[in-house]
């Protein structure tokens, strides 16, 4: 009986190790993903008429642009004076619908491929002034505005210039709706256009500067 015993302990120990060894090939093995998925990424790289963008998902307004890859254009929203991405669109309740304007709290942006057209900076030099009233204006707080004329193709609206920070913008004036204003900038194969309430030129460094800041957010490294 001990013979037999002492024969069957090397059986005992090699099916012992076999067991382990078994168990830590299993536990190398074994999936250690969750049944979640990975987090999707909150930004896209984008291409626009040739100059890499990265835009945050939820900034951009319309489904059918959310993807990567190059774009002939592409709208996006911010939070101002926070620029951070909205939630969600505003929701309109049937107590609220016949109510004031609600104030805008977003500054919309539109990134385009410019093609070669006449650039921002060629319009404002040489194309708005041919339509200014003659009348010079005064900077009021380092900021100046134009008047266009009534028989000119923006004679709704005023044009807003300022040095430092640097500020262009054409504004249409209030009547109905609240005045909006218009600011754009070329960079590279892309043109930026910023819309902005006019109200908000009571605080114009503040604007300018985060349309400076939206804009280096945005860009991709360049190539």
């Known amino acids: 009986m001990t013979r037999a015993r002492a024969h069957l302990v090397p059986f005992a120990l090699t099916g012992g190790f076999a067991v382990s060894a078994i168990a830590l090939v299993a536990y190398l093995l074994w999936p250690t993903w969750s049944t979640g998925g990975a987090d999707a990424p909150d930004k896209l790289p984008v291409s626009i008429g040739g100059t890499l963008f990265n835009l945050p998902i939820s900034a951009i307004r319309m ?73 010079l204006a005064t900077p009021d707080d380092g900021l100046t505005m134009r008047t266009f004329r009534s028989d000119t193709p923006y004679g709704s609206e005023d ?59 945005l860009r991709g490294p360049k190539g």
């Not at 049937?94 to 319009?123: C, G, K, N, W, Y």
Request: charged share 25%; aromatic share 10%.
């Open 63 to 135: 489904k059918i642009q959310r993807h990567s890859g190059p774009q002939e254009r592409i709208d996006l929203d911010f939070l101002y004076p926070s620029l951070e991405t909205p939630t969600g669109p505003r929701h309109v309740t049937a107590d609220t619908v016949d109510t004031a304007m609600q104030p805008i709290d977003r500054i919309f942006l539109s990134i385009a491929a410019h093609h070669d057209a006449l650039s921002p900076e060629q319009r404002t030099a040489t194309i708005y002034p041919r339509y200014f009233e003659q009348a």
């Open 159 to 217: 044009f807003y210039s300022a040095a430092s920070p640097a500020l262009t913008a054409r504004c249409t004036r209030d009547a109905a709706t609240p005045g909006m204003c218009l600011s754009e900038r070329r960079v590279d194969g892309a043109d930026l256009t910023f819309r902005f309430p006019r109200s908000w030129l009571s605080q114009w460094r503040d604007v300018a500067n985060a349309m400076e800041k939206l804009t280096a957010q």
